[in-house]
């Protein structure tokens, strides 16, 4: 068995960024990994973190939103935001309405026991993150939050190409 050849071309710094932009993103996925799963088994039976992020997203701008926007507010595609609002509609945690102006269009908007629902997955899953932000410590997490929001601005504003 031979050894790939490692590429010439390539210096130890360069070598020294790959593996780092390695460890961190593995780390990311990771931790996204586990902070999906303790949420999801703190949501209220049901409620999937999709369903829960469009209820925190309406409740927060508190205004309607088209699905068109709400899919690009959370980066999936329009069928994916239609199935989950259908889910919520169906649930009674939204209210989807048409565009008198446009008929191709529909708004939604959060109802009462969407804005309940909402409070009980908070009530459900921010003692264990919060516990989580205790045992790191706030400091720590606080320096932590400008690389992850960098990040993420730089993500969502211009995605690597390979």
Do not use: C
């Amino acid at each position: 068995m031979t050894t790939p050849p490692s590429t010439p071309d390539k210096t130890a710094e360069a070598r020294s960024t790959d593996r780092l932009a390695a460890s961190l993103f593995a780390e990311v996925l990771i931790a996204d990994q586990l902070s999906r799963n303790l949420i999801l088994r703190a949501l209220p039976k049901g409620m999937q973190i999709s369903h829960f992020s469009v209820l925190n997203l309406l409740a927060h701008v508190n205004e309607e939103r088209t699905p068109a926007q709400l899919a690009a507010a959370f980066h999936v595609t329009r069928g994916a935001m239609t199935n989950t609002l259908a889910r919520l509609d169906w649930a009674g945690h939204v209210h989807i309405r048409p565009d008198w102006d446009d008929a191709r269009r529909k708004f939604v908007s959060i109802s009462t026991a969407g804005r309940a629902a909402r409070d009980q997955a908070i009530a459900g899953f921010m003692p264990l993150i919060a516990g989580v932000v205790r045992d790191i410590g706030a400091e720590r997490v606080r320096g932590a939050l400008p690389v992850l929001r960098e990040l993420r601005l730089r993500l969502e504003a211009d995605p690597p190409k390979p």
